[in-house]
């Protein structure tokens, strides 16, 4: 069975700062992926990152990279210079298997709110 | 052009009725999914349909029967709606490598 935690209650980040999101997944498979989505408060999930578990390099996209750790099973979204639009709740999560498409359902964490500052 | 799109984007009914939400996607995709947000916002796999094929049933009450007549639909219609049916649907597709998948903007059910 897979799982996803994300333990940090609710975070602040000052505008133009950085932010880290924590994650932690568990799986015995080999193969997976790793997602990260943003919720804003009008309720749409926004696609925001994507990291395979065989690809070396941390995954980026613009403002929003993934910090990767295989060996701790940890896959932190950390956003920089943040802006007041980035205020929303978080998810994290997971699709196993990767490679067979019909069967990869995401599995998905409790979620962070993040509150950016002014 | 919307990639997911579902509707409606908000329904309230009374106990008892049946209901219907309809999705469709424009990315090609082979795989569409329901999932279930419920109040405290967890989200939770309902069906998987792969190429019109149901592949994923979580132990979803048989009050709710996914239908795709196509590869690029996916409907979800609710029979005798009770008041826990109550939260917010989102249907999601992705491709054969599932490196992306894309959720429509949510349809919130509220039963009353």
């Known amino acids: 069975a897979q799982k996803i935690t994300q333990t940090q209650p609710g975070m602040f980040v000052q505008e133009k700062e950085a932010v880290t999101l924590d994650c932690t997944y568990d799986?015995?498979?080999?193969?997976?992926?790793l997602f990260w989505y943003k919720q804003p408060s009008s309720g749409e999930m926004i696609f925001l990152i994507y990291?395979?578990?065989?690809?070396?390099q941390n995954a980026t996209e613009g403002r929003y990279s993934l910090n990767f750790q295989k060996a701790r099973k940890s896959a932190n979204l950390v956003i920089s210079a943040s802006q007041l639009g980035d205020s929303a709740m978080y998810f994290c999560?997971?699709?196993?298997?990767?490679?067979?498409?019909?069967?990869?359902?995401?599995?998905f964490g409790k979620g962070i709110t993040l509150s950016v500052r002014p | 052009d919307t990639a997911v799109s579902q509707t409606p984007k908000y329904l309230v009914t009374q106990m008892g009725n049946d209901k219907s939400i309809k999705c469709e996607q424009n990315?090609?995709?082979?795989?569409m999914y329901w999932y279930k947000q419920d109040s405290k916002k967890f989200l939770k796999i309902m069906f998987s349909?792969?190429?019109?094929?149901?592949?994923i049933n979580e132990t979803v009450p048989n009050r709710f029967s996914p239908k795709s007549p196509d590869k690029a639909h996916l409907n979800l219609h609710i029979n005798s709606l009770e008041l826990g049916d109550s939260a917010v649907y989102f249907c999601?597709?992705?491709?054969?490598?599932?490196?992306?998948?894309?959720f429509g903007q949510g349809t919130r059910l509220t039963v009353v």
């Open positions: 999601a597709s992705s491709g054969i490598m599932n490196t992306e998948a894309f």
């Open positions: 799986t015995s498979d080999q193969s997976y992926g």
């Open positions: 990291q395979g578990s065989y690809d070396e």
């Open positions: 999560a997971m699709s196993n298997p990767f490679y067979t498409g019909a069967n990869s359902k995401l599995t």
């Open positions: 990315l090609g995709h082979d795989t």
């Open positions: 349909y792969n190429n019109k094929e149901l592949i």
